[in-house]
Structure formats: structure tokens, C-alpha cells
T-cell receptor, first 116, second 115 residues
């Protein structure tokens, strides 16, 4: 099976702009989670989608939003970009709906966002 | 709330030497435990997982981990390290936590391998 794919891999934006990142999970995986990774804060959970519904949300401002489509592909959007939004954004999908398989996660390569 | 501590921020070992990366967790029930590896500029890759059964679990790339309930630990080991093992390693404990999603990740341990 193909792994989790994320597009674009690299992005440079200007403060105040908005950005949309895309994630395609492994075929058959219905859960998609998004994380922000920075050197100072480590891995921080943004949100999780399952069957087009946001099931879980981390402590990020409303500028960060996401959605999931019927084919399980997911997008996240960041509006009014700030310098501090520069980070590696990781998407992960999970194979199961119960037990340990619902917690193991398969990550994409990430999108490196630089805000100038 | 669940939490994960990786006491070592950075570890350096010589190629061919054995490796042990420490992980301590706090969780109110039987945890789902994971180790992930991240190479520079890449996403995380699942190395191994544990929920129940044999407390010594085998993973990919020759890694293994041992679950010790009495010590709340899930340490990662490898008998002989290769230069390609240089990466950052994350321990994670699974279980829904509103602020952390499916799993809570440790801060990571960076492994440097000396030739």
C-alpha cells in the first residue's frame, strides 16, 4: 500500500497570508490526525478527523482549521499566518476503529512551512 | 492525564555498540505504547507497539522494547547500532486525551552514531 502523502512538501508564505495543506491517508484508513512540530515545542496535536467529523482538537487558535472529505483525504488551513507558525506539519493516519490499531499512527513526510 | 518522559535528550554511541533509550510513562490504565523514529526532514515511522502479552516486543530495523509495569517503563534497545540508526526517537503512550489526540508523545531522544 502507498504510504501517507502530503502536499506540498515545502512552502514559503508571508505573514498575514493563509495556507492550505493536503494529506492523503493510507488506503482504508479513516482517521487522520494533524501535528505541528517545532524545535521548541516538539510534537503538538492539532486535530483529528474520522469519517469527515472532527473527533478531537488540540489547543490551537481558531486560525487553524481542517476538514476531511468522503475519501478520507484531509486538508488543514491556517489563516492570517504568523512568524511562529513556521513549522513542520505532519499528518498521520490510523488503520483501526478499536483497540491498539486505532492508536498506532502512520505519518506522512510532512510539509515544511516557512513564514517570512 | 497521560504523560511520557524521555529522560535523555541526546545520546551518542559508537557504531556496533548496544543502545538503550529510556521511556517512562504515566497512564491510568493499561497503556498502548509505541516507539517511533524520525530521520531528519522526514515524518515519524512506527518502530514497534505494545499493549499486552509478551513484555519483550520485536520491531522493525532490529529494534526491541521491554515493557516493565512495575517501573512504568518501555525502553527501546538494539544490540548493535548502525550508522543509519542516527535519528530522533519518540516514545508515545496511546489513549484519548483531548489535548493530545490519540497519543501523547515524549520530547524525543536524538541519537548520534560515532564511526
Amino acid at each position: 500500500k502507498a504510504g501517507v502523502t502530503q502536499t506540498p512538501r515545502y512552502l514559503i508564505k508571508t505573514r498575514g497570508q493563509q495556507v492550505t495543506l493536503s494529506c492523503s491517508p493510507i488506503s482504508g484508513h479513516r482517521s487522520v490526525s494533524w501535528y505541528q512540530q517545532t524545535p521548541g515545542q516538539g510534537l503538538q496535536f492539532l486535530f483529528e478527523y474520522f469519517s469527515e467529523t472532527q473527533r478531537n482538537k488540540g489547543n490551537f487558535p481558531g486560525r487553524f482549521s481542517g476538514r476531511q472529505f468522503s475519501n478520507s483525504r484531509s486538508e488543514m488551513n491556517v489563516s492570517t499566518l504568523e512568524l511562529g507558525d513556521s513549522a513542520l506539519y505532519l499528518c498521520a493516519s490510523s488503520p483501526g476503529t478499536s483497540g491498539i490499531s486505532s492508536y498506532e499512527q502512520y505519518f506522512g513526510p510532512g510539509t515544511r512551512l516557512t513564514v517570512t | 492525564a497521560q504523560s511520557v518522559t524521555q529522560p535523555d535528550i541526546h545520546i551518542t554511541v559508537s557504531e556496533g555498540a548496544s543502545l538503550e533509550l529510556r521511556c517512562n510513562y504515566s497512564y491510568g490504565a493499561t497503556p498502548y505504547l509505541f516507539w517511533y523514529v524520525q530521520s531528519p526532514g522526514q515524518g515519524l515511522q512506527l518502530l514497534l507497539k505494545y499493549f499486552s502479552g509478551d513484555t519483550l516486543v520485536q520491531g522493525i530495523k532490529g529494534f526491541e522494547a521491554e515493557f516493565k509495569r512495575s517501573q512504568s517503563s518501555f525502553n527501546l534497545r538494539k544490540p548493535s547500532v548502525h550508522w543509519s540508526d542516527a535519528a530522533e526517537y519518540f516514545c508515545a503512550v496511546g489513549g484519548y486525551n483531548t489535548n493530545a489526540g490519540k497519543s501523547t508523545f515524549g520530547d524525543g531522544t536524538t541519537l548520534t552514531v560515532k564511526p
